[in-house]
């Protein structure tokens, strides 16, 4: 069965510095990745995702992201964060059916 | 651009009322999602649809059933509301070339 990890609850972080969240998956098919953000009091919105092709993908707002098979990962990266990056971060994982299976989120703080 | 809609922002409801969510899509996604999601737990699946009339159980179906009469709207019907099920409500809609889901901004029920 499927199902996603998230290591972090939390991360804390000074503006400018980079920052990553990890994010492992359990699947024994092929599958479909994705990134979500949430900020305050919002519904989420989609950061980036991977179904195919290059392993490194490129999202908004400087996200990128790098998906390994072999470790069955889907890092989330940013070489400099700001203030406005404060929000909760889900990692998605789906087996190409019509489910979504989520983490239980990062919360990454971005301090001044 | 896509638009996910839900009827309320925040609700308060009293312990043994009905209790309806309305979620409206306007991209003609055959797919439609509601989620609820809870502070270290992520995001779990209630039911989700696969077109009108069709309906299939998520992950936590007790106490939930839903309504798919127009492709453009999904209800989530809280038969007799209880406190456990004090709770943010997440709608969504797939897009079938992506596999993306698009959210609402979400309703923060709170059963009293």
């Known amino acids: 069965a499927q199902s996603v990890t998230q290591l972090d609850s939390q991360v804390p972080v000074f503006e400018e510095a980079p920052v990553e969240l990890r994010c492992n998956y359990s699947s024994s098919v092929s599958v479909y990745l994705f990134w979500y953000v949430q900020y305050p009091n919002q519904g989420l919105q989609l950061l980036l995702k991977y179904l195919s092709g290059s392993t490194l993908v490129k999202g908004i707002n400087g996200f990128e992201a790098e998906f390994n098979k072999s470790q069955t990962s889907f890092h989330l990266r940013k070489p400099s964060v700001h203030i406005s990056d404060t929000a909760e971060y889900f990692c998605a994982v789906t087996e190409v059916t019509d489910k979504l299976i989520f983490g239980t989120g990062t919360r990454l703080q971005v301090f001044p | 651009d896509v638009k996910v809609t839900q009827s309320s922002r925040y609700l308060v409801k009293r312990t043994g009322e009905k209790v309806f969510l309305e979620c409206v899509q306007d991209?003609?996604?055959?797919?439609m999602f509601w989620y609820r999601q809870d502070p270290g737990l992520g995001l779990r699946l209630i039911y989700f649809?696969?077109?009108?009339?069709?309906?299939e159980k998520g992950d936590i179906p007790e106490g939930y059933s839903v309504s798919r009469e127009k492709k453009e709207r999904f209800s989530l019907i809280l038969e007799s509301a209880s406190t456990n099920q004090t709770s943010m409500y997440l709608c969504?809609?797939?897009?079938?070339?992506?596999?993306?889901?698009?959210f609402g901004p979400g309703t923060r029920l709170t059963v009293t």
């Open positions: 969504a809609s797939r897009s079938p070339a992506t596999y993306e889901q698009y």
């Open positions: 991209m003609d996604h055959e797919n």
């Open positions: 649809s696969y077109d009108v009339k069709m309906k």
